[in-house]
Every structure is written in structure tokens, then in C-alpha cells.
């Protein structure tokens, strides 16, 4: 979440009639704030940190302490106890859906460090999930190399995905060596192969997991990540080849994880039991092989939602989080049953649903522009062009007439606009004058937002989309210095859609 205010298209309100509620619809935070942000009586914006009772805390409050102390912006606040409270609903949620349908194993959460490496994140994430079994992931040299200072036991799992070389798979085969669980996931065949040699040459009997490539993939901007088209992920006729090898080595008992992974954010929770099932059939038929694959790794893309609700937008997700554990263990234990083989061990890689609510990006408003409005007392000189008096006498239409109807409002507007584009004609050309122009302009947002207050006040059931554009077209635009690097681009914000709302009133 961020600080600035350029609120969304809703209706004009009365200031002293604003109510917390209100700020609370204008802005969605019930949609996205998932009960950790709320607008306290104040008119401020609170967190409440574990959603338990704990006493929530005004993010104001902080903001101004800050500026006391003379800390510039932006600056970015961290709440620890949220991450502490996702932690325990992601596997309250598992532990409660193994229980309800008698799921015969256990469930286990991985964290992708990739998702934020802060080590006091991290530490984190495993003091909270210590009752739980959390482990940990990695996706490349310099996380693996960060994950294995935190391996403080040798019970702690760590998945290692991505593209992996000899230097990397060294490392993974030392950590073996040494007791730790490590699990590398192999992407490609040719690190099967790889990683098998290297194992040979240290006498180690290594374990491994295989990344399917599923036919089935999700949406949006993370499609790629599952699917034909995905460059992750071994396909069916390389998983067989390697099941070949595997009996010729007789090490089949180093195949002990199945993995996929359909993107970062799964929206449509049918997409996610379509997936789980496609894998829990090769995981079963595996097993049915004589393959001990040991656990079902589902991957990251548990959602979060960034907009005002669940389906339809574009951000958003479809379902909740006792409902994304629910369809997990169902759909794996429903494959299991028919086809008679031992439930897996169920592990999950979700990383944006245990941090996203934990940090706020507050920044400075720098400034504002608003629509320059004509003073309520004004009237055309004689010398003033016609334009300008036609501009008034239109806002005085719309200003006197006790009641108009929507059709009235529409044509009043149309007249507004043409004659502001008469006006930027006539300039464009050199036959208006700057001063007569800045006239004509103030003039036409004047009229923009006596007819945007009178459509707000009509109670019919229709009105043209023109009048309802009205009150995106009259917003504020405020501006904000978002750059939390100053001097670097800040690459990891460009595409991404996050919430943003003034802290106060």
C-alpha cells in the first residue's frame, strides 16, 4: 500500500458528512486489506497486526513520528507480526482441510526467499512457522547460498528450483553431504544427468525432485509459467526417459518430489484443481511404478487480492485461503483414492500471500493539479468573446434551472465541450487570446462540476456513460515520488498494481 490520492470514479460526497465506512468503499480496503488495514474514527488508516485483538496501530501516527524525527521519504514500514499471522492461517488453513476430509499425511510450507530477501523477513517466516515445519526455497546460487544459513537443523527442508549448473549443483550435493534436506528440483533432463555424474564422482546417494511440465497453465501475466509454452519443467516423454535411467542405475529411491508450477498468482481456482489433479495422475501413476516420491510440491501462486473484490478483475482472485487449501488436498486426495495409492506429503511454495500484507510504501504528495473553476460570483465583460459568454450562459443553465432531467445534463455538456474546442481552435490559430482562453477553460470545468453534482443527486436507474465519466474526468491528479532506490529504476514496481490511498483526511 502507498500513500497518495487519486481515488477511482465514485460518488461526490459531502466532507462533513465523510464517515470511515466511506473511505473504506472508496478506496476497496475490505477487498484488499483482507482484515489487517481498516480507516480507524480518526479518518486515519490503521493496521491491525494480527487481526487477534491486538490493538491496532495508526499508520498516521507512525508517519508523523517520522517526520518528527525528521526521516525522509519514502520510507518503508514493516509489520512483523503480520507476517507472523499469515504464516499461521496458511497452515491453520492446511491443517484444518487434512483434518475435515481425513487427508493421510501432512502438509508443509516452503518459502521463496526470491520474494523478499530481507534476512530479518526470512527469520521471519521460520520463527513463525517453526510449530509447522517451514521450509524454505531458492531459485538460484546467490539464494541457495542465503538459504543455507538458515538450515539451523537438519529437519528444515529447502527446494531448490531454477536453472541449476555444476557450481550450484556442488553446493546442493555438499548440503546433502552434510546432513541438511535439500531437494533439488531438476528442470531440464540434461540436469538429471548432470547431477546424477557429479553425485557418482562423491559416492553420494543424492535425492532429487522433477518439475512436470502440465498441459494445463493459468492466465494472465504469469501464463507462461505452465503450459506448452513454458521454458521450466520436464515433459512427459523426458519423464519417462529418465524413469528408464532410473531403473538402469536401480536408484529409482532418489526420485522424492513432483513439482509443477502454474505462475505467480493463480486467479481461478478451477485452473488450481485442474493443475493439482493433472499432477497428483503422474504422481500416482508413478507410484503405481514403483516410484517413492515422497512428497507433491503445488508450487507458488496462491493469490492476493489487489483490487476492490474477488472475480472479475484484473488483479484479483476467485477465491479464499481456506478455500485454496481445500481444493489442494481434495483434489489429491480424490485422484489418490481412485487410483489406490498412498497420499503424498503435500508442500506448497507461497510466498506473495505470507508477505504481501506485511509492508506499506508511504510517500510525500509533491503536489497537485486540480481543474481551475471559474469564482462563483464571475460574469463576462462586454469585451469578452463570444465564446466565453455562450461558456456562461450554459454554466448558468445548468446552475438555475431547479430541475433538469438526464437528457438535459447530456446536452448541456455537449455544448460545453464544443465550445471549449471552439476555443482551442480559435487559439491554435492565433484568433483567441491566452487570457480569453484560460476563460473558456475555467468556464468548462465549472459547468463539468455543477452537472457531475447534479447527476450524483438523480435517482434513476440509467444515464449515459458520458455523465457517468464525469467524476473520473474532475479527479485530482496528485503527484508522488515513488522511487524507493532514488537513483536506480525501480524495475520491480513497473506493471505490478498495487492499492494506494491517502493515510488521513
Known sequence: MNETS???AAPTLDASTWTPDDAEERYHVRGWGDGYFFVNEAGEVAVRPDRNGQAPVSIYEIVRHLQEEQVPFPVLIRFQDVIRGRVQQLN????????????RNRYTGVYPIKVNQLHEVVEEVLEAGKPYGMGLECGSKTELVA???HLEDDETLLICNGYKDGT?????????????????VLEKYDEF????????ARKLRTRFGVRVRLTTSGAGRWADSGGDLSKFGISIPELLTLLDRLEEMDRLDAFTLLHFH???????????KKAVKEITQIYAQLRQRGVPIQYLDVGGGLGVNYEADFAGMNEGINYTLQEYANAVVHSVMEVCEAEQVEHPAILSESGRAITAHHSVLIVEVLGAYRKNEIDPDFVPAETDHALVHELFATWQWVRETPAMRPAELLEAYHDAVEKRQQADSLFSFGYLRIEQKALAERLYWSICRTINAR??????DWLPNELLALNEHLVDQYLCDFSVFQSVLDHWAIGQRFPIMPIHR
Open 193 to 200: 544427468e548432470h547431477l546424477m555424474k557429479l553425485a557418482r
Open 6 to 8: 487519486a481515488p477511482p
Open 168 to 184: 550450484m549443483l556442488q553446493l546442493i550435493l555438499s548440503g546433502q553431504q552434510l546432513g541438511k534436506n535439500i531437494i533439488p
Open 147 to 149: 538459504a543455507l544459513a
Open 262 to 272: 502454474l505462475g505467480s498468482q493463480i486467479a481461478n481456482i478451477q485452473t488450481l
Open 92 to 103: 491453520e488453513a492446511f491443517r484444518d482441510a487434512i483434518a475435515e476430509l481425513g487427508y
Open 455 to 460: 447527476v450524483q443527486r438523480l435517482d434513476v
